[in-house]
Structures are given as structure tokens and as C-alpha cells.
């Protein structure tokens, strides 16, 4: 069901993943940013205020050019941690002595009240939650009436080929399952948003070798399902990974060989919904028992 928590997400795994540190933004966050904020393009409304939800994880590049897209705008940022938000904070700020630091605006790194921002800027974050339900209302509330979310996530086609490779080894999945757009769209219309767009790519990365696979997915997330491998691998299981992923995960189409690269799918998911005016309750509207009884005898005549 779309309002049900995932059910191959551990929460426990989720909240870990939320407070662990993070050094930079991955390179596929801040490309699937750039893809979304083209979107922007078709949006009419300026928001007088806006908030960046996770940037140090959705990405700081994308970040700035928010800044610039909307230089007179009021701009917040939320992180998950107090060091992630020291951490986002240190990114942004250029050093006092440089120019950049006096000519860029001002993000300001707190949580706004209900209500209080026109665009909330969520990327790559939704398919981390361990409650994404609440999530999704959390971002209603933040918007004023008539404010808009700008969402981006990864769908279930994403992995596949990595999947793939852990099945054939008899290991236990190498990832959560990821929610269908549709299921998004169902979801946001439940928390209060209206006029959903939903759309999907794939995004096929190549690797000339696992170890850099290996190390692009360190930067994109941690394995969040719930029948995940509980032990710690013994000093011979990287090895045994790279060997499998080199031996059993598919080549980039036009390629063969050993030599060829090797080739992952990203099915990546991208929403933007509306926050309308509350309806007003339809009122009530009483008619005495002598009323209605004469209306229905006339009725009968």
C-alpha cells in the first residue's frame, strides 16, 4: 500500500544512514540535480523562499545554482544531523577574505515554520526514508498554500544488474526494494498535494573496474533491507565481490570481452506536485421535520 512503511527497509539501518558523515556529494546526485532543476524551467512562480532538503546528500553544486537561479529568494537548508548540517555549513561558506564570500547569498541552516517557504527541493532522499509517508507530509506542511515540491529518487529498476550477481552468488540482497513512481504519485495526492507529474529515466553508469563500482555506490547510500547480510564478512569477501561483479555482471551494450565496461542501471524517478488551498467543509444546512414533510406532500400532489 502506498501509505504502508517500506517493507525492506530497517529503520534501524535508515536512522544510521541519516547521521552518518558525508564528505562530498555523489557525482550521480549531482547529475540527476541538474537534470531536475531543467524542469524549473517550466515553472512560472518565483518563490519568495525555498528550502534544500539534505543538500550535503543531494548535492552541493546543485545547491549554488539554486542560489543563482533565485538570487533574491530567502534560502534554508535542512540536514539530517548537527554534523551534517556543520559539515553543509563549512561546504557553502567560502573563506572571509574572498570575494565569492561577499557577493554569494546568504543559506540559512535551520528548519522553517509550516508553511513559511513556496518550493521545497528534495533530491535523492525518498528512497532512504524508513517513513517516507511522513516524510512526503512534512514537506506539505513546510509549504505555503500554492508552494510547490520538486522531488527526485531512485525506482525499482535501479541495481538490477548488481541484483543480479548477488542472487546468482546465493547472497542476500545488495539492496532495499524501491517504490514505483506510481506509488509516489499516490502517495503525494494522499498527503494533500494536487496535480502530481511523474516521470522516469535509466541512467546506465559504466566502470572499466568493480573496485570503482564499489566505491560510487559507497557514495550514493548504504544497503538498507532488512534481510541483509547480518554477520560481518570474513578478510576475503571484497575479493570474492570484485571477482563476482567482474565475472557475472553485464558488459555496456556494443561492448564484449573481459576488458569490456561493465554496466549498472539507475532508474531514476522525478515528481513535482502542488499544494493547494485547503477545501472549505461544504456547510450544513438543517430543515425542520414540518418543512420537509410539506415538500414532500407537495411533492405527492
Known amino acids: 500500500m502506498p501509505n504502508a512503511l517500506p517493507p525492506t527497509i530497517d529503520p534501524t539501518a535508515a536512522a544510521r544512514w541519516q547521521q ?45 545554482r539554486l542560489l543563482q537561479r533565485y538570487p533574491q529568494a530567502r534560502c534554508l537548508a535542512a540536514e539530517a544531523s548537527p554534523a551534517r548540517a556543520h559539515a553543509l555549513a563549512q561546504a557553502l561558506h567560502a573563506p ?51 508552494g510547490f515540491l520538486m522531488l527526485s529518487c531512485l525506482g525499482p529498476d535501479s541495481l538490477r544488474e548488481l541484483r543480479a550477481v548477488y542472487a546468482a552468488m546465493g547472497w542476500a540482497p545488495p539492496c532495499h526494494e524501491f517504490t514505483d513512481m506510481h506509488d509516489w504519485g499516490d502517495m503525494l495526492v494522499q498527503s494533500g498535494f494536487v496535480e502530481p507529474v511523474m516521470d522516469m529515466e535509466r541512467i546506465t553508469l559504466t566502470y572499466t573496474q568493480p573496485e570503482r563500482l564499489l566505491d560510487d555506490l559507497r557514495s550514493l547510500g548504504r544497503n538498507l533491507h532488512v534481510g541483509r547480510q547480518p554477520l560481518t564478512r570474513g578478510r576475503g569477501w571484497r575479493a570474492q565481490l570484485l571477482a563476482a561483479i567482474d565475472q557475472h555482471m553485464p558488459r555496456a551494450a556494443g561492448t564484449s570481452g573481459a576488458t569490456a565496461p561493465l554496466a549498472l542501471t539507475f532508474e531514476v524517478i522525478y515528481g513535482h506536485a502542488l499544494k493547494a488551498a485547503p477545501r472549505r467543509p461544504r456547510g450544513e444546512q438543517t430543515v425542520p421535520l414540518s418543512d420537509m414533510r410539506a415538500m414532500l406532500k407537495r411533492g405527492a400532489e
Open 20 to 64: 552518518a558523515p558525508l564528505a562530498a556529494s555523489a557525482w550521480l546526485h549531482e547529475e540527476v540535480a541538474r537534470r531536475m532543476e531543467e524542469r524549473l524551467d517550466w515553472i512560472k512562480l518565483q518563490p519568495a523562499a525555498w528550502l534544500d532538503w539534505q543538500p550535503l546528500n543531494g548535492g552541493l553544486a546543485s545547491h549554488q
Open 96 to 146: 572571509w577574505w574572498t570575494a565569492r564570500r561577499w557577493r554569494q547569498p546568504v543559506t540559512q541552516f535551520t528548519l522553517p515554520e509550516d508553511g513559511q517557504v513556496d518550493m521545497v527541493w528534495a533530491n535523492m532522499a525518498l528512497h532512504m526514508a524508513a517513513d517516507p509517508a511522513a516524510l512526503i507530509a512534512q514537506w506539505q506542511r513546510l509549504l505555503a498554500t500554492d
